[in-house]
């Protein structure tokens, strides 16, 4: 089974492209790849142990978050390690390290390429976690051994331990072993509890999904959007927002806080890892998003109390 984007046109680049992409620009000189440039700033601050307070979100960096919601912590996309898919290493050290990570109720991976759902990471974390996955990805994990694994298609939703998970849509693709190109789906999170509701977007590019995610669910305490990964536009904006775009998402989907992610740890495409961020403090600040809206610019490391 192959699955399908919600607009029948949002397919994977066809082959020509990515060979234009990786291959034949790259020789002929029209690729321009700039220097990594420094990573996303590490937090130095002190941390207070995390049973303690009440509802947060922790950035372990790129697209992999701590949370806790009433008294429940899980883990998103968790990727601590120092190279993703035997090529991209990590510039930085990831927020937590697997012994400090805390137990957690759950662990939900959006889709799977290597910088969301590394292998190494999860060979770390209990077998008897339960896992929240896309349909079609669930053998992956049984594999390895994980024995609570959930698969859910866009929309469903499952309770795990007091969290309310919906799997939600996304514009992007699936792909890890080169034959395997949408055999299993990808898609973001929304994680509620007790009168919160978080956004995980997953990767994804610009798609009319944002209106109905915010259709089905008001009121989001704040939506964790990708800004990295854009460049060059014409290969790279089918598949991911850059950081106007993920701006005008926020604004789409209502959220009380935007927290930037997918950038700042690996150089997957042709920008500086430190460029989405800067790109997105100066829409933020042309855009001036009113509301109460806030910009959650995280640290590595840092904690957003909710």
Do not use: C
């Amino acid at each position: 089974m192959r699955f399908h984007n919600l607009d029948p046109a949002h397919e994977p680049q066809p082959l020509a492209k990515v060979l234009k992409w990786a291959l034949i620009d790259r020789l002929s000189g029209r690729r321009k790849i700039a220097p990594p440039g420094p990573p996303a700033p590490f937090f130095a601050g002190p941390r207070r142990p995390w049973a303690e307070g009440g509802d947060r979100l922790l950035w372990i960096g790129h697209s992999s978050f701590l949370g806790r919601l009433a008294g429940r912590s899980f883990l998103i996309d968790p990727v601590l390690s120092s190279r993703i898919g035997f090529t991209f290493p990590r510039y930085g050290e990831p927020g937590l390290t697997a012994a400090e990570l805390p137990e957690v109720s759950v662990v939900m991976v959006s889709h799977n390429h290597y910088d969301h759902l590394d292998a190494a990471s999860l060979r770390r974390l209990p077998r008897g976690v339960p896992v929240v996955a896309p349909a079609g990805l669930g053998g992956w994990f049984r594999r390895r051994g994980h024995e609570r694994v959930v698969e859910l298609g866009w929309w469903q939703r499952v309770e795990v331990d007091g969290l309310a998970i919906t799997f939600v849509p996304a514009r992007h693709w699936s792909n890890r072993r080169g034959f395997d190109v949408n055999r299993s789906w990808w898609g973001g999170f929304v994680v509620e509890a007790a009168g919160r509701r978080i956004y995980h977007a997953g990767d994804t590019a610009r798609f009319s999904g944002f209106g109905e995610i915010a259709r089905r669910f008001p009121e989001l305490d704040a939506a964790l959007l990708p800004i990295g990964a854009y460049a060059p536009a014409w290969f790279m904006e089918a598949h991911h927002l850059n950081p106007e775009q993920a701006g005008e998402a926020f604004v789409e989907l209502g959220a009380r806080r935007l927290v930037p992610m997918h950038w700042g740890a690996f150089q997957l495409t042709d920008e500086p890892i430190s460029e989405p961020i800067e790109r997105m403090r100066r829409w933020w600040q042309a855009a001036s998003p009113g509301g109460g809206r806030e910009l959650a610019d995280l640290a590595v490391g840092e904690t957003l109390e909710l």
